[in-house]
């Protein structure tokens, strides 16, 4: 029941054990028929009668092993809120999706619209609520997140990331006026979410300039550090010259190099607001003429939708900026090619692990529906068995939370930090 996916159902638990349990006796009253059978065969005037085998055991029913797996998790329940409750993170991300409340039955289903995440940098999620409505009744969630922080002594975080309410042209945001006790709290927009705001301008995502036009708005707002470049390019070239490969132009040398290799070993920054305004009107302006149709001559935007996209998104354009002073790449190891030992990096900027732990989310709740009572211990057994900040194999396969803690408290990692107690207080 702990394993992690779609189809592991109690229904399809109980369906291999009954496979197991039949293919067991099965077996064994083979062995007693075929322990019998010489006794049979050599008697020559009346054959032994055996007692006929037992039969085949009932298993328990769906419903009890469900029950059993809820009363192991409330067993456990003051060790998974104190471990759930003992994360924190410098650079917190909250999103919302509606996936996983559809699976909500029973009483209480029809009760919840939307479930809102909060994830730090490590791709951890420090607390998830349910709402009838996106944006709505999420105040107790952002008290009880700053209660924790504050009892914890940990400084607050220094970035948020949202999908919507950044910033408001009318005073503070919504997101601001929720976590006024983070005075230097800086709220900043996904710039995923700001890219597909300019989809709404576009005729349809199945036109042929409509890929090359959001790679080139990618290109617009951030750029590659050219250092990081340089040492990426340094390493393919000492790479192809191993495998006997004469040297190259840098055109085709970037050719070679693969998106996976420019986003584990180049960082990324933005290139500040002035320029990616003036970057974003210039494109805007050569897809919205001419240059902008294909070859039936099909226009890729709409001249009247995607110009009011534009004018509502430019207040955004300071929200998709880095923060001054503030490294959003954690460095997690280096990697040697070509004879170059390069920086591997993990990106804090943006929601986009939370996009990820969606998916996840949808599969904590094995099968189709649960209830209340059993839809918030799935949940609160997958977020007990996330990996943590620093990882690990993914050949390990361990879902007892105390050996694992175990093994990281006595592996001296200078990264680790012991769960704390939980308080009782529902953060």
Known sequence: MRERTQGNSVTQLHKKLQ????????????????????????????????????????????????????????????????????????????????????????????????????????????VWVLTAAEGHGLWPMAAGLMRRYREAGVAPPVIMYVERDCCSPHGQS?????????????????????????????????????????????????????????????????????????????????????????????????RGAEETARRIK???????????????????????????????????ITCIQDPEGFSLYLKTGTLKKGGVDLCCYRCARGSTSLESFHLHLNRFIPGTSASDAHFQADLLEGLMLEPGPHGGSCELRIYSSAEREAMDRLSLDERYQPPGSHTGKND
């Not at 409750?85 to 209480?108: E, H, N």
């Not at 226009?299 to 534009?310: A, K, T």
């Open 174 to 270: 919504q997101v601001r006026a929720m976590f006024a006790e983070w005075r230097e709290l800086q709220v900043r927009l996904d710039i995923w979410h700001f890219m597909r705001r300019f989809a709404a301008g576009v005729t349809t995502e199945a036109h042929q300039l409509y890929g090359i036009f959001m790679a080139r708005l990618s290109r617009c707002i951030s750029e590659l550090d050219p250092a990081d470049v340089a040492a990426l390019r340094l390493a393919k070239q000492g790479q192809l010259l191993a495998q006997g490969v004469g040297p190259v132009s840098e055109k085709a040398l970037d050719q070679m190099i693969t998106r996976r290799e420019l986003a584990l070993h180049c960082c990324k920054r933005t």
């Open 19 to 126: 496979e197991e349990h039949s293919a067991a006796w099965t077996r064994r009253t083979l062995d007693y028929f075929a322990a019998g059978e010489p006794f049979t065969d050599s008697c020559l005037v009346e054959p032994p009668v055996f007692s006929a085998p037992p039969p085949l055991p009932a298993l328990p029913k769906p419903k009890w092993l469900l029950a059993v797996y809820a009363r192991d998790v409330l067993s456990r329940l003051p060790e998974v809120k104190a471990r759930i409750t003992s994360v924190f993170g410098s650079v917190l991300k909250m999103d919302s999706t509606k996936k996983v409340t559809k699976k909500v039955a029973g009483a209480a289903a029809n009760t919840a619209g939307w479930c809102t995440n909060v994830g730090n940098e490590h791709g951890q999620v420090l």
């Open 282 to 316: 210039a494109l805007v302006d050569e897809m919205d003429s001419e240059k902008g149709r294909d070859t039936l001559g099909g226009p890729l935007v709409d001249h009247e939708c995607i110009q009011q996209v534009w004018k509502e998104q430019q207040r955004h």
